[in-house]
């Protein structure tokens, strides 16, 4: 704690005689020009006039009908930023004639503040099914589904993409404060017929991790159109190897040179397929099982993968490991509560 | 010098007023603060007036919040908002002043965390050692090199490892793995030929096991459910193994009804105090309400501690109740109670010695003297007459 310096409380009430000048003449504290006389009936100002740049932000007076959304568009080339505003300026909508500040250096990185810290959870989901017969730990019911994506919306969640994700990750910016990434692993067909239209209602991007053995097409699995119909969606495809193996442990049998270049295999191999069929490259990777070790990141890094996550429970904050981000896996027995309780995007443990 | 500006800039302010006729506010007054600039221009008389400046009350709303910010000490808040003042302001040398010292306050205040930080980490107290990279952090989030550790360095599977004049890959593995076969671990994570020489003070970052133990990965095991499953993952995979294995999978991580809360209070009933706790790390955050979690964090301490001082176990039974709330039941005063049965046990071992020591039995009087040094460093006697022990015993093997 510094101690108050005497001047500091002089400018203080200087400041405040000077503010209570103005307040009571309404007059600007600037030399007085001779403008021509203005027209009786209420004028606009002028479009360069309602707002100014300065280096990292920008000064705005908003006018009649603006909101955060069409500021954020203006100014930050992104109607969905407007939560970025509404942080930085203290404000909860905009008010025409008041002016305020639109941030843009990245502030609030990683969500980190002096005594917490934001938490992103990503969600983890395999098959889909109609009926509630058929649901089981792997399985999830349409209803289910519907009722978490629709809970998603109720409570203010941003659902984000990896991508934003890793960013965050790698403090470089922050993100909305309740915000969640959605995933899915394998390449089941019931992911195409009822999560994903779901999710193109709801507008929410996704992650669709493929185990490329298993893309054939058949009864129960996706097929190579399917995926790439998807990606028009905002489903974005990325690795789970090509055979699903466990990538922490020898098989039996196995070699260290044998586990290591198959290793290779089952991390490159997967990422030139999905390159030649959909003309994308990777950056992500989700270990099967949830399983990695050392080596498996220390390749994964080698490979050019931007990151990997597993399937370990819980939330993750801007300092989670890249290449080990926490995954919550949604059973088929959940009811909407306990689903509910895998949303945490706060915590302090950390700094205590 | 500020006065001077700011009497200057006050006086301007009259002269304007002078030449401004009083112009009825348009605005109506707001709650937030800074509407000082008309919405409706209202027409002058003539002889002219200054087009209301709508930004000219924004810089005054910035000033006070940066104000007001200041006063919780300095903080990244308060000097990212002073910046704002400064730029809308560039004349007010106050806001430049306070932008300069908040910058070099924080600067060495992140400095200062950071070294805790790595301090921390070579005593490999890797939870204090990221606390203190994160503070670092919210004083200074350019910190590199803070973030650099903060992401990587905490890994405790993972070391760096600095090469040696000669190693190969093999070398290398012999030395880290006790396994020469495992230089292709090395040789293929850093793309390098298997007899390859390298570099002298080249590092290399590489797991710290090797492979095939099991990695549990920084922090512990959470629920990773893999191992009972793997022997399974060898089989010719199709679609319908994929299915059987992940189901499988699956049926070894069964969630149950109860929640991680409910499984550590379970433990901590049963007094498995140190399971209790293991189990609070797993919780998710948000599932339970703080005070709950602080409350079973606090009872398997204290717990545990009573259990350590039942066992005559003193320094331990200190170190799990230093871990508790000292208002949390009676904890301060049994860790007084704790802390006197140490000193008592101290000096019986101290008289014991010195019992010895009259019935000339040299070795046993110096071991007794140890282990009362060992319970109680402070213990003056013992410090002294272990010295004059061991001194008469060296004389003695002389003599001999």
Request: aromatic letters at 8%.
């Amino acid at each position: 704690m510094t101690a108050r310096r005497p001047r500091r409380s002089a400018r203080a009430v200087l400041t405040a005689v000077l503010a209570a000048i103005m307040a009571a003449t309404g007059c600007a504290v600037t030399p007085a020009t001779v403008p021509p006389p203005l027209p009786v009936t209420a004028a606009v100002p002028a479009e360069k006039e309602l707002s100014r740049s300065y280096p990292g932000f920008t000064a705005v007076l908003p006018r009649e009908g603006d909101t955060l959304e069409s500021l954020a568009e203006r100014f930050l080339g992104d109607p969905g930023m407007g939560w970025a505003i509404s942080r930085y300026s203290g404000v909860r909508e905009v008010r025409p004639g008041q002016p305020l500040i639109v941030p843009r250096f990245p502030f609030d990185r990683g969500g980190l503040s002096q005594d917490r810290y934001q938490t992103v959870p990503v969600l983890s989901y395999h098959k889909f099914c109609e009926a509630h017969s058929e649901a089981d730990a792997m399985t999830v019911t349409r209803a289910a589904f519907e009722s978490q994506m629709k809970l998603l919306a109720d409570r203010g969640y941003r659902v984000i993409t990896l991508d934003e994700l890793y960013d965050f990750l790698d403090f470089k910016r922050a993100l909305p404060e309740k915000s969640v990434a959605i995933t899915f692993d394998d390449g089941w067909r019931s992911m195409y017929e009822i999560a994903y239209p779901i999710l193109r209602r709801y507008g929410y991007p996704a992650t669709l991790f493929v185990s490329t053995e298993m893309i054939t097409g058949s009864r129960k699995t996706l097929s190579w159109d399917m995926v790439r119909e998807m990606m028009t969606g905002g489903i974005a495809v990325e690795s789970h190897t090509v055979a699903h193996r466990n990538l922490e442990e020898l098989k039996d049998g196995e070699t260290i040179g044998e586990y290591i270049a198959d290793m290779e295999r089952e991390l490159s191999q997967s990422a030139k397929i999905i390159r030649e069929q959909t003309g994308y490259t990777v950056k992500y990777l989700a270990y099967p099982y949830g399983a990695t070790n050392s080596a498996a990141i220390l390749l994964a890094a080698r490979l050019g993968y931007r990151g990997a996550l597993t399937v370990k429970r819980g939330p993750n904050p801007f300092f989670a490991h890249n290449f080990r981000v926490n995954r919550s896996m949604i059973f088929g027995e959940y009811d909407l509560a306990r689903f509910g309780k895998n949303l945490a995007t706060s915590s302090r443990k950390a700094l205590r | 010098m500020s006065r001077r500006i700011t009497l200057a800039f006050l006086l301007a302010a009259a002269a304007a007023h002078a030449g401004c006729a009083s112009i009825p506010s348009g605005a109506p007054g707001s709650s937030g603060g800074g509407t000082v600039a008309a919405e409706v221009p209202v027409p002058a008389p003539e002889g002219a007036i200054a087009p209301p400046d709508p930004f000219a009350a924004l810089a005054e709303q910035q000033r006070r919040e940066a104000a007001a910010l200041s006063k919780g000490g300095p903080s990244r808040k308060a000097l990212e908002k002073w910046r704002v003042v400064a730029a809308l302001a560039p004349d007010d040398a106050g806001a430049g002043r306070e932008v300069a010292a908040l910058e070099k306050a924080l600067r060495e205040s992140a400095d200062s965390h950071f070294h805790r930080g790595q301090a921390y980490l070579r005593e490999k107290k890797v939870k204090a050692a990221r606390r203190e990279l994160l503070l670092a952090l919210t004083k200074n989030p350019d910190h590199r090199e803070a973030l650099t550790l903060l992401k990587e360095g905490l890994d405790e599977e993972m070391i760096v490892y600095t090469v040696e004049e000669g190693d190969t890959p093999g070398i290398i593995a012999e030395k880290l793995y006790g396994n020469s076969e495992a230089l292709v671990i090395i040789a293929r994570l850093h793309e390098l030929k298997e007899g390859e020489e390298l570099e002298e003070g080249r590092t290399l970052r590489l797991p710290l096991h090797g492979v095939g133990a099991r990695d549990p990965g920084p922090g512990g095991e959470g629920k990773e459910q893999a191992a009972a499953v793997a022997p399974a993952a060898h089989k010719e995979l199709n679609v319908a193994a994929v299915a059987e294995i992940a189901e499988a999978y699956l049926e070894e991580s069964e969630p149950g009804p109860q929640t991680e809360t409910v499984m550590a209070r379970a433990y901590l009933e049963a007094g498995s105090f140190e399971k209790a706790l293991d189990t609070v790390e797993t919780i998710p955050a948000g599932e339970s309400p703080e005070e709950e979690i602080l409350e079973i964090v606090n009872a398997s301490y204290y717990g545990l501690g009573k259990k350590l001082y039942g066992e005559k176990r003193y320094g331990e039974a200190l170190t799990a109740l230093g871990e508790a709330d000292p208002d949390y039941r009676d904890t301060a005063s049994l860790i007084a109670a704790v802390e006197k049965a140490r000193r008592d046990e101290a000096e019986t071992h101290y008289l014991a010695g010195v019992r010895f020591f009259i019935d000339e039995k040299l070795a046993e009087a110096i071991a007794e003297w140890e282990k009362t040094l060992a319970l109680d460093p402070g213990h003056s006697k013992a410090g002294k007459d272990l010295k004059k022990a061991r001194t008469l015993s060296e004389e003695l093997k002389k003599i001999r």
